[in-house]
């Protein structure tokens, strides 16, 4: 048995039996938590328990890409493109709308302002991701704005607030309650960008964001070409041939301007030459490709559709070589 886990169960017994509880009693799951800091909800992602040892390390964990991220990404500019306040003023000739920073009571008169002349706003605490805590604001009367701002200040976070998106046709009819996007991640080396691998992103009917934690499904995108190569999954793992309430197919579509959109993440890339990594959120309007924000990116759609861990292609590109992607 292993050292660590060893002591796990008898040193700190009463500590191992909780941990086990929140494992639902799979003392595999644990180990994989224990001694490779894999989360429970990965373990179950990409169904582990059906994997032997090798394939099990040929997966991108968030605790792996975390570890990478440190490594080849410069701290403050990855400080800065996790903040998505920071990074709009930065990047804000790709943001193609309007926004504005809420932190304070100073910032109240410019809020109603903005909410009175654009009627609906989104707002996002400039930290979070997957989805969390991102709020349509649409109050019934103009004076409401002022009790819309009252209620953020009682949140005690700092957000974003921005112009609504009114995406493509083409994005609208996978679900149109949902800003629909696409994930592409891109990889720079002195001065050189390349794209590893690209999703779409879909909400389900009502749902006004798309993210696979909030219930969105997602398929995978040919990163050269746009074309959707896979059929959709969510984030429990089911597979959809089309999508569940629309009924628009996935696989086999091509995503229209597609080299448009390489080109535009490759100029936003090239704005943060100390980031090796980024993963860009991109959102179609009827005018073309903007910015949705940047982060750290995740794997798990990519590797479930594939049935594969990617930790080979994703070193390969981390460390400058950038194989090509097999879909």
Not at 275 to 286: E, H, K, S, V
Not at 296 to 317: M, V
Request: glycine content about 8%.
């Amino acid at each position: 048995m292993n050292l660590y886990l060893f002591l796990y169960k008898t040193l700190l017994r009463k500590r191992y039996l909780d941990y086990l509880q929140r494992a639902d009693g799979n003392e595999d799951k644990l180990r994989e938590t224990l001694l490779h800091k894999t989360f429970y909800e990965e373990y179950d992602r990409y169904d582990f328990a059906h994997k032997t040892e090798a394939q099990r390390r040929s997966y991108i964990t968030d605790h792996y890409r975390n570890q990478v991220c440190r490594r080849i990404n410069e701290p403050r500019q990855q400080a800065l493109i996790m903040d998505k306040y920071r990074a709009a003023q930065l990047l804000e000739d790709f943001y193609g709308r309007r926004f504005m920073q809420v932190a304070s009571e100073a910032d109240r008169a410019e809020f109603i302002r903005f909410g009175q002349a654009m009627g609906q706003l989104v707002a996002k605490p400039v930290d979070d991701c997957g989805g969390r805590g991102v709020r349509l604001l649409c109050p019934q009367a103009p004076h409401q704005w002022a009790d819309t701002f009252d209620e953020m200040m009682q949140l005690k976070r700092r957000f974003i607030v921005e112009e609504r998106i009114a995406q493509d046709p083409f994005m609208a009819s996978f679900n149109p309650s949902s800003v629909n996007t696409v994930r592409i991640n891109t990889f720079q080396h002195r001065g050189h960008v390349s794209r590893f691998t690209s999703i779409i992103k879909t909400g389900r009917v009502g749902a006004f964001v798309d993210n696979g934690a909030q219930g969105g499904v997602m398929a995978l995108v040919d990163s050269e070409t746009g074309l959707i190569v896979t059929d959709a999954i969510d984030d429990l793992g089911h597979t959809f041939t089309a999508h569940p309430d629309s009924g628009r197919p996935f696989k086999g579509v091509q995503i229209p301007r597609w080299e448009e959109l390489k080109h535009i993440t490759t100029q936003m890339a090239l704005r943060l030459p100390r980031l090796t990594f980024i993963g860009w959120d991109m959102a179609l309007t009827p005018n073309g490709w903007i910015a949705v924000e940047g982060n750290k990116g995740e794997f798990f759609a990519e590797q479930i559709a594939l049935g594969r861990g990617l930790k080979r292609e994703f070193d390969s590109y981390c460390f400058g070589r950038g194989d090509v992607m097999q879909y």
